[in-house]
């Protein structure tokens, strides 16, 4: 178990004021008074809908030994008054846990769509090369390939969480990790303490604008990962991407660069793309190392631009070229993303939540539609989320399939009727031929049997790994898998 002194983990803590300072021992840190144990410091944080300061009484009554707040709280054991307890817990874990990312070869893997993908990816070819790597993300934390996920709450932990993951990583005597590190972390401070070693761009498109408001901060939140880079360290960069230059202009000096890419000149690059049911295949053409052929098992552009952000960034770490590709030549892709449920009709299952993500999954799709087919595609947006990709989702749906259907994804707090009106708002005309609406997700997967035929193609499209459907009032069990293989394979 760690043991902390108090007056150990406040050192070098920008604070405001202590209260009733007594130098205790810590054993652990807690921001949920449901689950805090005795010796723990309680962080009281702040969020957009809750505020920790109300559960102090509860945090007491479990053991808490030492309070990290914002404003004085009506008792007797020690308090450190910070400006922001959301954004320097991860101070404070990062010191509980003797700054474990310090000992790690830690890369972060950065970008609108594709981070999940590409850490599973990189984690394959050092593990080819031989080395260990631990993986941390969306699905959760796993030490190798071959191991199960362990659950985290989002796709980067919170602080303390994340860095408790880091000192077991670092215990098993594991060097390398891969993370996801999203936009939310960073704005929040959740990787904070974290050395770096690496940082990916996959790419910068809209989402989270509930959060983020414009582009602008958004790319600013995704900009802090490659600002902290230091002499020495690499980055890897998708040059077609929009926002490509301004990431290279923000990356400190004698930062190893690489840049990877299908249409714009970069260092590596993907040429005479093909696509087939079988998977991609593509010429990888790279400024130094010459050119190799590979042969995927994924689909889609997106995995050949996936493929080429993991071997770019196996390159960085000095991993031979012909080492990057074999093991991605064998890997048949990640939970969720363009996963085959069934065969006849091609039924598919993606994560895709985004106007972007939406777009790569369908044109992948399109690929390897027969001639005389169709391509449906079932789809719904997440409740109390950027409201304005809604109306772009419907169009690009209605634009790329040749019928839809428009069901709920996570309403959460919003009436799933609202959410289905804002996506026909982006659409046309409403040919109710082509255009189906079914808010129950059930009846709309049941209802897509009835409208293709054994050659066709179907997109499940928004939820892809998730197994749960968040409602008004309750969360419940749900997997678009389970559901497509009930309706297509009766099972």
């Known amino acids: 178990m760690n043991r902390r002194r108090l007056e150990e983990l406040i050192e070098n803590l920008k604070y405001e004021e202590l209260i009733n300072f007594e130098d205790v021992e810590v054993t652990g840190i807690s921001y949920d008074s449901k689950t805090t144990k005795s010796g723990d410091i309680f962080a009281c944080l702040v969020g957009e809908h809750s505020d920790g300061h109300a559960y102090f009484k509860s945090a007491v009554e479990s053991g808490a030994k030492a309070f990290f707040v914002e404003k004085k709280l009506d008792t007797h054991l020690p308090q450190i008054v910070v400006k922001s307890t959301r954004c320097q817990i991860a101070d404070i874990a990062e010191k509980f846990y003797n700054s474990p990312s310090k000992s790690l070869n830690l890369i972060g893997i950065t970008g609108t769509n594709g981070k999940t993908t590409v850490t599973h990816l990189v984690q394959k070819i050092l593990e080819s090369k031989g080395e260990n790597c631990a993986l941390i993300g969306t699905l959760g934390y796993k030490l190798s390939s071959k191991d199960e996920y362990k659950e ?3 796709t980067t932990p919170q602080a303390p969480e994340l860095q408790a993951v880091l000192d077991l990583i670092k215990t098993e005597g594991i060097k390398n990790v891969v993370i996801e590190v999203s936009s939310h972390a ?5 990787v904070g303490g974290c050395v770096f070693a690496g940082a990916v761009l996959t790419n910068l498109t809209q989402d989270h604008l509930d959060y983020h408001v414009t582009m602008d901060n958004y790319f600013d939140a995704k900009a802090i990962l490659f600002k902290g880079l230091k002499a020495g360290d690499f980055a890897v960069i998708n040059a077609d991407d929009e926002y490509a230059q301004r990431f290279l202009e923000i990356i400190p000096q004698r930062v190893k660069i690489l840049t990877y ?9 993907a040429k005479e793309v093909e696509f087939s049911l079988s998977g991609a295949e593509f010429v990888c053409e790279t400024k130094q190392l010459g050119a190799q052929k590979v042969k995927l098992q994924m689909n889609g552009m997106f995995s050949v631009y996936n493929v080429l952000a993991a071997i770019a960034t196996g390159l960085s770490m000095g991993v031979d070229l012909n080492l990057c590709i074999k093991p991605l030549e064998t890997t048949k892709g990640v939970a969720g993303r363009f996963e085959v449920v069934a065969k006849n ?4 299952v993606d994560y895709a939540h985004t106007p972007d993500g939406l777009e790569n999954v369908l044109t992948a799709a399109r690929e390897i539609t027969p001639k005389n087919s169709k391509l449906i595609c079932l789809f719904g947006c997440g409740g109390d989320r950027d409201a304005t990709k809604r109306p772009k989702m419907g169009a690009i749906a209605e634009k790329l399939s040749d019928k839809i259907v428009i069901t709920s994804d996570n309403p959460r707090s919003e009436d799933p009727q609202q959410i289905i009106t804002d996506v026909l708002a ?3 005309s409403i040919n109710t031929q082509k255009v189906f609406v079914e808010p129950d997700r059930t009846k709309a997967i049941e209802l897509l049997k009835t409208i293709c035929d054994k050659n066709d193609v179907v997109v499940l499209a928004g939820k892809g790994h998730e197994t749960y459907q968040i409602l008004k009032d309750k969360t419940i069990h749900f997997d678009d898998r389970e559901e ?3 309706v297509f394979l009766g099972g």
Do not use: F, T, W, Y
Request: aromatic share 0%; no cysteine.
């Open 261 to 269: 890419g299908v249409k714009n000149s970069a260092d590596i690059m």
């Open 186 to 190: 960073l704005e929040q401070n959740r």
């Open 484 to 486: 497509a293989k009930k």
């Open 345 to 348: 009709p091609l039924v598919i």
């Open 152 to 154: 985290a709450k989002h």
């Open 426 to 428: 982006g659409l046309k």
